[in-house]
């Protein structure tokens, strides 16, 4: 034998569940409606986001072409042309080439390498944003090759 319960709703339960489905489906045209507009207002803002992020994206473009512009003083030539001759100093000092010749080839050469790096033709050209490259490049210079042709030839 079979003990199977079978739930016996209560009528006025089951008209309580019958009505909040009814307000249900009554409210879902207005949830939709209000679900579509919320979704074409996030729409809109993420298009004025995108022009905003444009816009300064675009702002930001000219100000490191203006940088890229600007170039260093009188005063930091003057400083890089020291930098330039107590490196070549220092090579000089470092393979033991006195001669005044020695110094004038290194210094050229390094002057060369930095003037080639930033594809500029005179010292004042260089840009203001590149000046700490140009020292490590000059601190780090060593053309062994040439350093071994100045040693032959001395």
């Given at each position: 034998?079979?003990?199977?319960?079978?739930?016996?709703?209560?009528?006025?339960?089951?008209?309580?569940?019958?009505?909040?489905?009814?307000?249900?489906l009554a409210l879902l045209p207005d949830t939709?409606?209000?679900?579509?507009?919320d979704v074409e207002q996030m729409g809109a803002l993420m298009m004025r986001m995108g022009q905003i992020i444009s816009t300064m994206q675009r702002r930001l473009d000219e100000l490191e072409e203006r940088q890229a512009k600007i170039t260093i003083?009188?005063?930091?030539?003057?400083r890089i042309q020291g930098l330039?001759?107590?490196?070549?100093?220092?090579?000089?000092?470092?393979?033991?080439?006195?001669?005044?010749?020695?110094?004038?080839?290194?210094?050229?050469?390094?002057k060369k390498d930095v003037l080639r790096r930033w594809q500029v033709k005179d010292l004042h050209d260089i840009p203001e944003a590149a000046i700490s490259a140009v020292d490590n490049l000059i601190?780090?210079?060593?053309?062994?090759?040439?350093?071994m042709e100045r040693r032959v030839s001395t």
């Open positions: 034998m079979s003990t199977e319960t079978i739930a016996i709703k209560d009528p006025m339960e089951e008209a309580r569940e019958q009505m909040e489905r009814q307000r249900a939709a409606v209000q679900l579509h507009q003083s009188h005063g930091e030539v003057k330039i001759r107590c490196r070549a100093d220092e090579i000089c000092r470092k393979y033991n080439l006195q001669d005044k010749d020695s110094q004038k080839i290194f210094r050229a050469a390094i601190s780090g210079w060593t053309n062994i090759r040439m350093v």
